[in-house]
């Protein structure tokens, strides 16, 4: 296939009970001009010889092979080959609506956008409903707010979803025009876990022409050992602490509208705050102890950037040794 609309990139790895739900999904499709490019990421279990057995039955499905490395890895390596004039990725244990790929494409065509966002409708697998950190997650795969109509621009987009509080860097949740990654070089950061925080922020701060969609047509499944049920602890730490670092660099070394520096700054202050609050107090002591190099670079961070305009972070970061202290006796004592 020399040429296609859409590229459709589904990285897996060992998830052979769910990935014939995924495959399924994209072979009921109504629209028909795209590509599906599959990339193993060092399966161990039956999930390869299932991507060969449809890869036989269709032209269209080209499948990459590489060792493990992670997520961000595997969709650098899809997106690299992609020929699309639209990219869409989707998770191997997810799924997606039957008319999907025609409704994004034809309203991508319509706006001449560069990148489109609708809904998603999460659900659990038996035995992990009661978790209180999936059961906030789910919320946001569906937007409740009010949004434009028209088309806005990528840092319009982002603070009003900040706003609204229904911002989510979920990839499967955005078809993106092809032409923005060769523009800008975006790409997924590898080695590190939350890898689609920054590669959200910087898709964002570059598309001038963003328009929401109200329509559900993705499917997530939340099950116990997927990679964001999964990651916890110091990884989390790392994945946040850097994307922040890499939000504050990026704002330091582009020239920016007034709007676009308050979207980079509340997006570092928001990283900040996760690392520290959802992560790093969390911990064990042995873990904790760990990671002290790196959240020490965190606060020398914080100060230098005033505290991303929050007086409460900068005394923090100037103040660390005794609020720490606080914090942890008042969690002891808890």
């Given at each position: ?182 523009q800008h070089e975006i790409s997924f950061p590898e080695g590190i876990i939350h890898e689609d925080e920054y590669y959200s922020f910087l898709l964002f701060m570059y598309s001038t ?126």
């Amino acid at each position: 296939m020399d040429k296609c609309s859409i590229s459709v990139i589904v990285p897996f790895y060992n998830v052979e009970p769910y990935f014939r739900d995924c495959l399924d999904s994209l072979a009921r499709q109504s629209f028909t001009e795209y590509e599906l490019i599959l990339v193993d990421d060092g399966s161990t279990d039956h999930s390869l010889q299932i991507a060969e057995e449809y890869a036989r039955q269709d032209s269209r499905i080209r499948i990459i092979i590489k060792e493990n490395e992670g997520q961000g890895k595997a969709r650098n390596r899809g997106r690299e080959i992609a020929k699309g004039k639209y990219i869409y990725f989707l998770d191997s244990d997810d799924y997606i609506a039957d008319h999907t790929l025609q409704t994004l494409y034809e309203e991508a065509e319509r706006w001449n956008s560069d990148l489109l966002l609708f809904n998603g409708s999460a659900f659990c697998e038996q035995g992990i409903e009661d978790d209180p950190n999936i059961q906030g997650e789910m919320a946001y795969y569906r937007k409740k707010g009010k949004y434009p109509q028209e088309c806005c621009s990528g840092a319009q987009a982002l603070l009003l979803l900040r706003e609204q509080e229904e911002y989510s860097c979920s990839v499967c949740l955005q078809f993106v025009r092809s032409e923005l990654f060769r523009q800008h070089e975006i790409s997924f950061p590898e080695g590190i876990i939350h890898e689609d925080e920054y590669y959200s922020f910087l898709l964002f701060m570059y598309s001038t022409r963003v328009k929401f969609l109200p329509d559900t047509l993705f499917f997530r499944r939340y099950r116990r050992e997927s990679t964001m049920t999964g990651a916890r602890g110091r990884k989390s730490f790392y994945g946040y602490a850097r994307t922040c670092e890499w939000i504050s660099d990026w704002e330091g070394r582009n020239v920016l509208s007034s709007l676009e520096h308050r979207c980079a700054r509340e997006h570092a202050r928001m990283f900040f705050q996760t690392a520290l609050y959802r992560f790093y107090f969390r911990l064990p002591e042995t873990e904790r102890n760990q990671i002290e190099e790196g959240m020490e670079a965190l606060l020398v961070l914080a100060r230098q950037k005033r505290g991303w305009g929050s007086g409460e972070i900068f005394l923090v970061s100037c103040l660390w040794k005794p609020y720490r202290w606080v914090r942890l006796h008042r969690r002891r004592k808890a």
